[in-house]
Structures are given as structure tokens and as C-alpha cells.
Nanobody, 118 residues
Framework: QVQLVESGGGSVQPGGSLRLSCAAS????????MGWHRQAPGKERELVAE???????NYAGSVQGRFTISRDNAENTVSLQMSSLKPEDTAVYYC????????????WGQGTQVTVSS
């Protein structure tokens, strides 16, 4: 049974930083493509960042240069460091994994709320 548990969400002022973490069980993060998605109220869920099995990182244009995805193979975790946060980054953030890169994301966490507001 695969479980992805996010932590680290919260409220922050514009320009601030947050670090999200995803603890994985039942899936080995270094053998899967792992991603962070987000969904804002009234909007569709979107891919924010992902890290491939080979370690390459891909980012949505809206977060390029501000967010960094990483993984800790020893701890079997994936993190998202978010800096220079903007109000439009407010959303529920989800950790997800797909063991086969050509398939859709198959496993999802429950989500963690990030609110950017002054």
C-alpha cells in the first residue's frame, strides 16, 4: 500500500518561504517520478514541479527560479522549497508519484494548505 504524507504547509507573507515535505511508504522515491501539484480554489490542479528517476527537475513556468524540488533517497522523502512566495501561490499542494514515467500519476497524498497573504 502506497502512502504519501505531506507536511510543512501554513501561512506566510508575500516574499516569504516555506518548505514542504512528502514522506513516502510503499514506493521508493528514487525509482519513481515524484511531483508536487497544486490546486487553487476554482482552478484545475496543476503540476508545479517534478523530479525524474534520473534526478532531473522540471518546473512550471510560474515557479521557475523560486521553487526547488529535491529528494532524499535515504529518508525516502521528496521536498519542495518555496521562496519569494506570491499570493497566487496560495493553494492546496499535493505530493504524487508515478512508478512508470509514461503513465499518469498514480499515487497522491492528502494535500497540505499553503496560504500567502499579507
Amino acid at each position: 500500500q502506497v502512502q504519501l504524507v505531506e507536511s510543512g504547509g501554513g501561512s506566510v507573507q508575500p516574499g516569504g518561504s516555506l518548505r514542504l515535505s512528502c514522506a513516502a511508504s510503499g514506493i521508493i522515491v528514487r525509482f519513481a517520478t515524484m511531483g508536487w501539484h497544486r490546486q487553487a480554489p476554482g482552478k484545475e490542479r496543476e503540476l508545479v514541479a517534478e523530479i525524474t528517476i534520473g534526478g532531473s527537475a522540471n518546473y512550471a513556468g510560474s515557479v521557475q527560479g523560486r521553487f526547488t524540488i529535491s529528494r532524499d533517497n535515504a529518508e525516502n522523502t521528496v521536498s519542495l522549497q518555496m521562496s519569494s512566495l506570491k499570493p497566487e501561490d496560495t493553494a492546496v499542494y499535493y505530493c504524487a508519484g508515478r512508478p512508470l514515467p509514461q503513465n499518469p500519476y498514480a499515487y497522491w497524498g492528502q494535500g497540505t494548505q499553503v496560504t500567502v497573504s499579507s
